[in-house]
């Protein structure tokens, strides 16, 4: 037995050392959280520092930037990277060709993987599984394996250095991913929608139009800023394909740069951050249209 | 269930003929008929295409003339027997492997250590990895071309200040051991922020009542990542070390421009080879040839990683 008083200052004891014990895991926490902020913030400078040194470059003068003792940052700035990257023969027609390939790819796309979204997530019927399964296994096939066949092709139709092969080509290869994203944003909005749609006197086709339609905007917004990307990026298809300078797309201007006129880095960071400056935008708003729940609340229960 | 209404709808009108029905059945094969089209006139027939030219001899006259002289397996025994076909498939299988087992390591480092950073952190570090992301992969070789400029390289002077070595101009690229390191490194740059981003993802679904647990039962910190965390995650690490494998076993860009497209030999992968036997000195049969044991060898590795998958889900 432990008289009641003793207990008490049993208590007050222990309670005395676990303040004591508190504070110092207090601070042993505070440090460990410093730290790991700490690391945080080192990864994120390492991660981002590439993307740093070619904005800065792009906007320092030649002799900033040829210097054995690197200027850390941009001062003072100048515009006329830009002005001689702009200037380089065929910048501005390869920028016309990779913003007409993008477009028209991206109209047809849109229209094709619509359609197949909505058959594939409205009806069902033979083979819908078969073509679920190939629009999946073709993303496996590597692109640069199909490069000779795929010129072979279009060498025999004429199609060879022409922004319409090019266009083809983009269509197939962002085909598969748009019809699977599309799918999902038709399969979320509700069927029951449409049919009260048609019980209040829609036909099947306007119901269609007026509900889902507008609904599936903001995933039509979304895959095609994923099939811009994909497009606006693509290297090899274009490179192989497109033999001209003058038919030539962004990304291959960019990639000959060193090779045609020597390591002229200011004019190439210029050139490169005009490239990256549209993919990161979009890049950023595709982040929040994928992420937002798009239908929420349309339909209780 | 629309079209159970529609179909309701339909009978109860009565007015609608059997075509109208028939047009109605027909209606999503006329849906899904373009993109059929497009996918299998694209991408499936240069597939059967590949295989059937990899069976050709196929030269800068036969691609004149359109067609092809049949040669049998003769492209294949042919590229078995050269020594640097060889020296191209290890050097892929051990590029790969070493591109893909740092990205894993690396993206599994920082999507722990996101866990734990404060949530301002990780707001920056994660905006630091979707800029990366961002970034279109012919723009971040031209920058990193630049940082290892042999003369005003920014890696130079920062590596030499750092007392790691003499490295004023050292050309990286003149020993393909370095040069095939830089690339790893720019190919790992790029992949860390899309398979962070996923494990990340999937270690916010990890039960934390689950690690608590085994906290209070004496595991340490990397017991409680080996026993617990590894094992809820693995069918994440299946799909981002199944889709890392597949592309940087393709590997083009980065190695192509890097060296200003005109890599040597020693630099070459199989992608790079394959490339260069078909465009570089028209033999599209034999380059076919190359791509095709180059699918054969993606298409083993998918199926095993698709065979562990399946595994894991029996068990799950």
Same mark, same amino acid.
């Given at each position: 037995?432990?008289?009641?008083?003793?207990?008490?200052?049993?208590?007050?004891?222990?309670?005395?050392?676990?303040?004591?014990?508190?504070?110092?895991?207090?601070?042993?926490?505070?440090?460990?959280?410093?730290?790991?902020?700490?690391?945080?913030?080192?990864?994120?400078?390492?991660?981002?520092?590439?993307?740093?040194?070619?904005?800065?470059?792009?906007?320092?003068?030649?002799?900033?930037?040829?210097?054995?003792?690197?200027?850390?940052?941009?001062?003072?700035?100048?515009?006329?990277?830009?002005?001689?990257?702009?200037?380089?023969?065929?910048?501005?027609?390869?920028?016309?060709?990779?913003?007409?390939? %993008? &477009?028209?790819? *991206?109209?047809?796309?849109?229209?094709?993987?619509?359609?197949?979204? /909505?058959? !594939? $997530?409205? @009806? #069902? =019927?033979?083979?819908?599984?078969?073509?679920?399964?190939?629009?999946?296994?073709?993303?496996?096939?590597?692109?640069?394996?199909?490069?000779?066949?795929?010129?072979?092709?279009?060498?025999?139709?004429?199609?060879?250095?022409?922004?319409?092969?090019?266009?083809?080509?983009?269509?197939?290869?962002?085909?598969?991913?748009?019809?699977?994203?599309?799918?999902?944003?038709?399969?979320?909005?509700?069927?029951?929608?449409?049919?009260?749609?048609?019980?209040?006197?829609?036909?099947? %086709? &306007?119901?269609? *139009?007026?509900?889902?339609?507008?609904?599936?905007?903001?995933?039509? /917004?979304? !895959? $095609?800023? @994923? #099939? =811009?990307?994909q497009a606006w990026n693509e290297y090899i298809i274009a490179y192989?394909?497109?033999?001209?300078?003058?038919?030539?797309?962004?990304?291959?201007?960019?990639?000959?740069?060193?090779?045609?006129?020597?390591?002229?880095?200011?004019?190439?960071?210029?050139?490169?951050?005009?490239?990256?400056?549209?993919?990161?935008?979009?890049?950023?708003?595709?982040?929040?249209?994928?992420?937002?729940?798009?239908?929420?609340?349309?339909?209780?229960? | 269930?629309?079209?159970?209404?529609?179909?309701?709808?339909?009978?109860?009108?009565?007015?609608?003929?059997?075509?109208?029905?028939?047009?109605?059945?027909?209606?999503?094969?006329?849906?899904?008929?373009?993109?059929?089209?497009?996918?299998?006139?694209?991408?499936?027939?240069?597939?059967?295409?590949?295989?059937?030219?990899?069976?050709?001899?196929?030269?800068?006259?036969?691609?004149?003339?359109?067609?092809?002289?049949?040669?049998?397996?003769?492209?294949?025994?042919?590229?078995?027997?050269?020594?640097?076909?060889?020296?191209?498939?290890?050097?892929?299988?051990?590029?790969?492997?070493?591109?893909?087992?740092?990205?894993?390591?690396?993206?599994t480092l920082i999507a722990l250590l996101l866990l734990r950073v404060?949530?301002?952190?990780?707001?920056?570090?994660?905006?630091?990895?979707?800029?990366?992301?961002?970034?279109?992969?012919?723009?971040?070789?031209?920058?990193?071309?630049?940082?290892?400029?042999?003369?005003?390289?920014?890696?130079?002077?920062?590596?030499?200040?750092?007392?790691?070595?003499?490295?004023?101009?050292?050309?990286?690229?003149?020993?393909?051991?370095?040069?095939?390191?830089?690339?790893?490194?720019?190919?790992?740059?790029?992949?860390?922020?899309?398979?962070?981003?996923?494990?990340?993802?999937?270690?916010?679904?990890?039960?934390?009542?689950?690690?608590?647990?085994?906290?209070?039962?004496?595991?340490?910190?990397?017991?409680?990542?080996?026993?617990?965390?590894?094992?809820?995650?693995?069918?994440?690490?299946?799909?981002?070390?199944?889709?890392?494998?597949?592309?940087?076993?393709?590997?083009?860009?980065?190695?192509?421009?890097?060296?200003?497209?005109?890599?040597?030999?020693?630099?070459?992968?199989?992608?790079?080879?394959?490339?260069?036997?078909?465009?570089?000195?028209?033999?599209?049969?034999?380059?076919?040839?190359?791509?095709?044991?180059?699918?054969?060898?993606?298409?083993?590795?998918?199926?095993?990683?698709?065979?562990?998958?399946?595994?894991?889900?029996?068990?799950?």
């Amino acid at each position: 037995m432990i008289a009641p008083g003793t207990a008490q200052g049993v208590l007050a004891g222990r309670s005395r050392s676990a303040t004591a014990g508190r504070v110092r895991a207090d601070l042993w926490h505070r440090t460990r959280q410093w730290l790991f902020d700490a690391i945080g913030l080192a990864v994120a400078a390492v991660m981002l520092f590439p993307i740093y040194w070619m904005v800065a470059t792009a906007f320092k003068p030649g002799r900033d930037i040829l210097t054995l003792t690197p200027k850390w940052f941009p001062a003072p700035i100048t515009l006329q990277n830009f002005q001689d990257a702009i200037a380089r023969p065929f910048f501005l027609d390869d920028v016309r060709n990779s913003l007409v390939i %993008v &477009g028209v790819m *991206l109209v047809l796309a849109l229209t094709i993987a619509f359609f197949a979204a /909505v058959g !594939t $997530a409205r @009806f #069902g =019927f033979r083979g819908r599984t078969a073509f679920l399964v190939m629009i999946i296994g073709v993303q496996m096939v590597p692109l640069i394996a199909l490069i000779i066949p795929l010129y072979l092709m279009l060498d025999a139709v004429g199609q060879v250095d022409s922004l319409a092969g090019v266009i083809a080509v983009y269509l197939a290869l962002v085909l598969p991913f748009m019809v699977w994203t599309l799918r999902g944003f038709v399969a979320n909005i509700p069927a029951e929608l449409e049919e009260a749609g048609m019980i209040d006197g829609c036909s099947r %086709v &306007g119901a269609f *139009l007026r509900i889902t339609f507008p609904l599936v905007g903001p995933g039509l /917004v979304a !895959t $095609a800023i @994923f #099939g =811009f990307i994909q497009a606006w990026n693509e290297y090899i298809i274009a490179y192989v394909l497109l033999s001209s300078p003058g038919n030539q797309t962004l990304t291959v201007w960019l990639a000959s740069f060193t090779t045609n006129h020597g390591p002229q880095w200011g004019p190439l960071m210029a050139g490169a951050t005009l490239t990256g400056l549209p993919v990161v935008a979009f890049f950023l708003i595709l982040q929040r249209y994928l992420a937002g729940g798009l239908t929420a609340g349309a339909v209780k229960g | 269930m629309a079209t159970a209404i529609a179909a309701d709808i339909e009978s109860a009108s009565g007015s609608f003929s059997g075509s109208r029905r028939l047009s109605m059945r027909l209606l999503p094969y006329a849906l899904i008929g373009p993109s059929v089209v497009v996918i299998g006139g694209i991408l499936g027939f240069p597939l059967a295409m590949l295989v059937w030219l990899s069976l050709q001899h196929y030269g800068l006259r036969e691609l004149i003339a359109h067609t092809g002289e049949w040669v049998g397996l003769q492209n294949f025994q042919a590229i078995l027997a050269d020594p640097l076909f060889h020296e191209v498939v290890v050097r892929s299988l051990l590029f790969t492997s070493a591109c893909v087992s740092l990205t894993i390591v690396l993206s599994t480092l920082i999507a722990l250590l996101l866990l734990r950073v404060s949530p301002v952190v990780r707001g920056v570090v994660m905006s630091a990895l979707v800029f990366v992301w961002a970034t279109p992969v012919i723009v971040t070789v031209d920058i990193w071309q630049w940082m290892f400029d042999y003369e005003f390289g920014v890696i130079n002077y920062l590596l030499t200040q750092l007392h790691l070595g003499n490295f004023i101009h050292h050309n990286w690229f003149d020993n393909p051991v370095q040069g095939l390191g830089v690339i790893v490194l720019v190919v790992v740059w790029g992949a860390i922020p899309f398979v962070t981003i996923t494990i990340f993802a999937g270690l916010l679904q990890v039960p934390s009542d689950v690690v608590d647990a085994a906290h209070v039962d004496g595991a340490g910190a990397w017991q409680r990542f080996w026993y617990v965390t590894a094992p809820t995650l693995k069918p994440i690490f299946l799909i981002v070390t199944c889709l890392s494998t597949i592309w940087d076993f393709g590997v083009f860009n980065q190695i192509y421009v890097l060296l200003n497209q005109r890599p040597s030999s020693d630099y070459f992968t199989i992608a790079i080879y394959s490339y260069r036997e078909s465009f570089g000195v028209t033999q599209y049969g034999l380059g076919a040839a190359i791509a095709v044991v180059m699918v054969l060898i993606l298409v083993v590795v998918t199926l095993f990683y698709v065979r562990e998958t399946v595994k894991v889900a029996e068990i799950a």
